[in-house]
T-cell receptor
Framework: SQTIHQWPATLVQPVGSPLSLECTVE??????LYWYRQAAGRGLQLLFY??????ISSEVPQNLSASRPQDRQFILSSKKLLLSDSGFYLC??????????????FGEGSWLTVV | AQKITQTQPGMFVQEKEAVTLDCTYD???????LFWYKQPSSGEMIFLIY??????QNATEGRYSLNFQKARKSANLVISASQLGDSAMYFC??????????????FGSGTRLSIRP
């Protein structure tokens, strides 16, 4: 069966420090991969998605970047964190063709607090 | 542009009662999917139910059913016989075509459901 893991689960980082959140998927090949952010008490905002190695699409301009060095690995990064980067970050995966009923599955999430 | 709207920020329901969570959407795409997710306080996102835009019947999954009214562009979630464990944040979401053959999901702002014993 397929599983998705992301880490670290929680982190507190000072303003201006770098960030690296990692996500891996097991049990499937060539998944679509996604990074979402959820501000406190708010809905989910799609940040990045990827359909293959090295292929990244950004949904909103921001202080973050994403990379996909391997088929089942997705990394969210920042060179210098801002206070506004605080939130709950969720990695997710899906097979191709969501309209056919395949859903999107989420990792456990990472709580980021920028101080 | 596609949009998902959940107008109920919070709801309180007595245990064992049925509850309806509202969701309306806006899209010009003929093909789309509608989803509901549950997010307990732990933060994980749990998939509940899916409805395709061409599905003729309303989707059901155990105590969950999706009241799909295409002409009104609404996709309400109905939970029958609510339980204390149903207390959580609920998100309505819609898939839309994206790059290549990928699809993306956009989410509503969520409804916080609290079940009273």
């Amino acid at each position: 069966s397929q599983t998705i893991h992301q880490w670290p689960a929680t982190l507190v980082q000072p303003v201006g420090s770098p960030l690296s959140l990692e996500c891996t998927v097991e049990g499937t090949s060539n998944p679509n991969l996604y990074w979402y952010r959820q501000a406190a008490g708010r809905g989910l905002q799609l940040l990045f998605y990827s359909v293959g190695i090295g292929q990244i699409s950004s949904e909103v301009p921001q202080n973050l970047s994403a990379s996909r060095p391997q088929d089942r690995q997705f990394i969210l990064s920042s060179k210098k964190l801002l206070l506004s980067d605080s939130g709950f970050y969720l990695c997710a995966w899906s097979v191709l063709g969501l309209a056919s009923g395949n859903t999107i599955y989420f990792g456990e999430g990472s709580w980021l607090t920028v101080v | 542009a596609q949009k998902i709207t959940q107008t109920q920020p919070g709801m309180f329901v007595q245990e064992k009662e049925a509850v309806t969570l509202d969701c309306t959407y806006d899209t010009s795409d003929p093909s789309y999917g509608l989803f509901w997710y549950k997010q307990p306080s732990s933060g994980e996102m749990i998939f509940l139910i899916y409805q395709g835009s061409y599905d003729q019947q309303n989707a059901t999954e155990g105590r969950y059913s999706l009241n799909f009214q295409k002409a009104r562009k609404s996709a309400n979630l109905v939970i029958s016989a609510s339980q204390l464990g149903d207390s959580a944040m609920y998100f309505c979401a819609m898939s839309r075509p994206g790059y290549s053959s990928a699809s993306k999901i956009i989410f509503g702002s969520g409804t916080r459901l609290s079940i009273r014993p």
